[in-house]
């Protein structure tokens, strides 16, 4: 794993534990790096106080840090599959257990963990070089909460 030197750090209230095991069962080379206990007298919910993931090859750290700060759909994490079958198989594990969908690939998981589920080939169509395809492309996806990139290129293509 190439280190990087930004690494997200997501605030939980409480439950931190119970992320990873889900985040870890999402992605098939996920690994806990390591998890720090609460020192006694640390304000939250106590127990671990963070643990340290590393998904698709990026390091993330989740804290417990109590309930002042709940997750918004201003920051998400956006995960790139190479192809539809996986970008589905990611959408239903992420929502399992009370996530929530959104539209044009976004959900919350059942952490409120905003979260972008988007297949490989999503950039070209939209990018492509006919606007009225690029367009066409565009608005099947702002009717859709999964993305599905044959339907976004039947839409593109006219059909």
Do not use: H
Not at 13 to 19: L, W
Not at 42 to 57: D, K, R
């Amino acid at each position: 794993m190439a280190t990087s030197r930004i690494t997200p750090t997501l605030w939980f209230d409480g439950r931190v534990e119970e992320a990873a095991e889900l985040y870890t069962s999402v992605f098939a080379d996920a690994r806990v790096l390591g998890t720090t206990p609460a020192p006694e007298g640390t304000p939250g919910p106590g127990g671990v106080l963070t643990v340290e993931l590393e998904l698709l090859g990026q390091r993330v750290v989740l804290l417990n840090g109590g309930p002042g700060f709940p997750p918004t759909e201003a920051f998400s994490l956006s995960v790139g599959c190479p192809d539809q079958a996986e970008a589905d198989r990611v959408w239903a594990a992420l929502l399992d257990g009370g996530g929530v969908e959104s539209q044009c690939g976004w959900l919350k998981d059942r952490f409120g963990v905003s979260w972008q589920v988007v297949p490989d080939g999503l950039d070209e169509l939209l990018g492509d070089p006919d606007p009225g395809r690029a367009q066409r492309a565009m608005t099947a996806m702002l009717g859709m909460r999964r993305l599905d990139l044959a339907a976004m290129r039947r839409a593109a293509d006219g059909a």
